[in-house]
C-alpha cells in the first residue's frame, strides 16, 4: 500500500547551502521517523513558498546515498498572504503496511507551528 508522509520544515535565509542541508535533514527524519528505506520510496514532491529561488531542493534527495534514483519533483506553493515564510514541504510517497494512522509526520524549525497537533520529538 502507498501512504504519503508529510514534512515541512523552514531556513532563515534564501540560500543554497541552508535550502540544500534544511532539505536533506528533514527528508532523513521523516524516512527514519517512519522506517523507510530508499527502496521503499515511489516519488518525491518538495514544495517551496516563493520566497525560496536560491536552489533546488531536490537536489539535496538526491545527493543522499542510496536515493540517487528516487523520483523527486519540485514545485512552489501558492503565495498566499500571511503564509509561513522561507518554508519547505515535503510529500513523500512510500509502499508501506502501516496504516495511516501510524504514520509519523515530521515538522522541523518554525514550521512545527503548522501542524503542532502531528508534532514528533526531533530535534
Same mark, same amino acid.
Given at each position: *500500500?502507498?501512504?504519503?508522509?508529510?514534512?515541512? &520544515? &523552514? #531556513?532563515? %535565509?534564501?540560500?543554497?547551502?541552508?535550502?540544500?542541508? $534544511?532539505? $536533506?535533514?528533514?527528508?532523513?527524519? *521523516?524516512?527514519? $521517523?517512519?522506517? #523507510?528505506?530508499? %527502496?521503499?520510496?515511489? @516519488?518525491?514532491? #518538495? @514544495? &517551496?513558498?516563493?520566497?525560496?529561488?536560491?536552489?533546488?531542493?531536490?537536489?539535496?534527495?538526491?545527493?543522499?546515498?542510496?536515493? &540517487?534514483?528516487?523520483?523527486? *519533483? /519540485?514545485?512552489?506553493? *501558492?503565495?498566499?498572504?500571511?503564509?509561513?515564510?522561507? /518554508?519547505?514541504?515535503?510529500?513523500?510517497?512510500?509502499?508501506? $503496511?502501516?496504516?495511516?494512522? !501510524?504514520? +509519523?509526520? #515530521?515538522?522541523?524549525? !518554525?514550521?512545527?507551528? +503548522?501542524?503542532?497537533?502531528?508534532?514528533?520529538?526531533?530535534?
Amino acid at each position: *500500500m502507498i501512504r504519503g508522509i508529510r514534512g515541512a &520544515t &523552514t #531556513v532563515t %535565509e534564501d540560500s543554497v547551502a541552508q535550502v540544500l542541508a $534544511e532539505t $536533506e535533514k528533514l527528508v532523513l527524519a *521523516m524516512a527514519k $521517523e517512519n522506517d #523507510v528505506k530508499p %527502496e521503499d520510496v515511489a @516519488s518525491v514532491v #518538495v @514544495s &517551496t513558498t516563493t520566497d525560496i529561488a536560491s536552489a533546488f531542493p531536490a537536489k539535496a534527495v538526491r545527493s543522499i546515498p542510496e536515493w &540517487t534514483y528516487v523520483p523527486v *519533483m /519540485c514545485t512552489h506553493e *501558492m503565495d498566499v498572504p500571511g503564509a509561513m515564510p522561507l /518554508c519547505i514541504r515535503v510529500l513523500m510517497h512510500v509502499n508501506t $503496511e502501516k496504516s495511516q494512522r !501510524d504514520i +509519523l509526520h #515530521v515538522y522541523l524549525n !518554525d514550521a512545527v507551528k +503548522l501542524r503542532p497537533d502531528l508534532l514528533t520529538n526531533i530535534k
